[in-house]
């Protein structure tokens, strides 16, 4: 009698161990799917969040603030990693060490490009920075610019234009005329840190760029630079107030906090080379 119980409760545990198994069990096309629903890149969330903030103008029609806290709640946090990067150490500033070579020489080292994607929308990119290299005073017409320093710390100084204009011409040889602007932000930005954002017309549109120790700088930049639109970067030297004075108005602020901007050729010290985007692909 104990033995055909035993058969019986034998063959009950088969049976509910097979079922317990067919339950368990995920066909293949959901397993691959479900192995493939991991959380998309930071990189592509930005890509797709720019896609759906950025027109061919610019911002949307109907600008709110918060796709744009979206995006810069999204940079807030970026990392090198997050974009296939390594953070360069000051003390092995790209392989040379801190004095395996001399100032004048380390100056000479290159800023770095890197593309990640640019359509007639917006452009993702990346500078990587060597020590004391510079990014000479430049403009963003018409458009909004989001940065964030990924790694190390860079020196900004940022200017927007006051309006209405005041131009004046300038005694200086090759600088015909002179523009006042209002100095926006001058100060260091360090790793870890939030997102800066320039607008078309404030937040410091026009700004240089100084590595204070490697760096690297994620931009979304939108609209993209176009010259046959209009949007062409023009780079500026700036003289101080009482440079050219003379009596000019100051509506609000102190002397200081102002300075002339002559247009310049592009500077022949700028020196910029194209790299490789090796972070996470997006998918457009």
């Not at 720019?50 to 709110?64: A, I, R």
């Not at 017409?141 to 300038?170: N, Q």
């Not at 020196?271 to 692909?281: D, I, K, L």
Request: hydrophobic share 35%.
């Amino acid at each position: 009698m104990f033995s055909e119980i035993q058969k019986v409760t034998d063959k009950a545990m088969v049976f509910l161990q097979k079922k317990a198994l067919s339950a368990l069990y995920i066909p293949k096309q959901k397993l691959h799917m479900a192995m493939n629903n991991t959380t998309a890149p930071k990189v592509q969330l930005l890509y797709d969040l720019c896609k759906t903030t950025f027109t061919p103008s610019g911002l949307s029609s109907s600008p709110s603030p918060q796709p744009i806290h979206k995006l810069c709640s999204l940079l807030d946090t970026f990392g090198p990693a997050d974009v296939g990067l390594k953070e360069e150490s000051p003390d092995d500033d790209r392989g040379h060490g801190f004095f395996g070579l001399n100032r004048v020489t380390r100056w000479a080292q290159p800023i770095t490009y890197l593309d990640i994607h640019e359509c007639d929308n917006f452009t993702m990119c990346i500078f990587c920075f060597p020590t004391s290299s510079v990014i000479p005073l430049h403009d963003h017409p018409g458009m909004t610019v989001f940065s964030k320093v990924l790694y190390g710390s860079m020196h900004v100084k940022a200017y927007d234009w006051v309006e209405p204009s005041c131009i004046k011409e300038s005694q200086e040889p090759g600088c015909p005329q002179v523009r006042l602007a209002r100095l926006a932000a001058d100060k260091v930005l360090t790793a870890p840190c939030g997102t800066s954002i320039l607008y078309p017309k404030t937040g410091g549109n026009l700004h240089c760029f100084t590595a204070v120790t490697p760096c690297a700088v994620l931009d979304v930049l939108a609209p993209p630079y176009r010259e046959d639109l209009g949007r062409k970067c023009t780079y500026y030297v700036d003289y101080p107030y009482s440079a050219f004075g003379n009596g000019a108005q100051i509506s609000n602020g102190k002397e200081e906090e102002y300075a002339w901007l002559a247009e310049i050729e592009t500077p022949d010290d700028l020196y910029m080379r194209s790299g490789v985007y090796v972070g996470p692909s997006i998918r457009v």
